[in-house]
């Protein structure tokens, strides 16, 4: 989400579709940004988060990492066990996913 920050630091209200609040408001719609930086409103953009790798992941982390991915562990509980599940039905490409 970015926050959008109004020339106007006072403003309160709704502008083309997002809520400000003393000059601030957030959205995470990529047009509506750029329509934002177009009529002088600065946008402070999210950093990028760089994905974790899979072998740094703890085992709830894999877990929910294969159910984002439609990946069944079968009964694979072991870190290793659900790695090696994750890293063959990925291709076996230890960075796929990321």
């Keep these: 989400m970015a926050k959008v920050y109004a020339p106007n630091k006072q403003y309160t209200g709704v ?3 997002v809520t400000f609040i003393n000059g601030i408001g957030e959205t995470s719609d990529p047009h ?3 329509w934002f930086r ?3 409103y600065t946008v402070e953009d999210e950093p990028l988060v760089e994905p974790k790798p899979l072998e740094k992941m703890t085992v709830a982390e894999l ?3 294969a159910e ?3 990946i069944n ?5 072991k870190k290793d066990d659900i790695l090696a599940v994750i890293l063959a039905a ?3 490409d230890k960075d796929a996913g990321n």
């Design 68 to 70: 984002q991915h439609g």
């Design 73 to 77: 562990l079968g009964d694979s509980t």
């Design 63 to 65: 877990k929910e990492y």
């Design 32 to 34: 509506l940004l750029e």
């Design 90 to 92: 990925k291709g076996g």
């Design 15 to 17: 502008s083309a579709g």
């Design 38 to 40: 177009e009529h002088g």
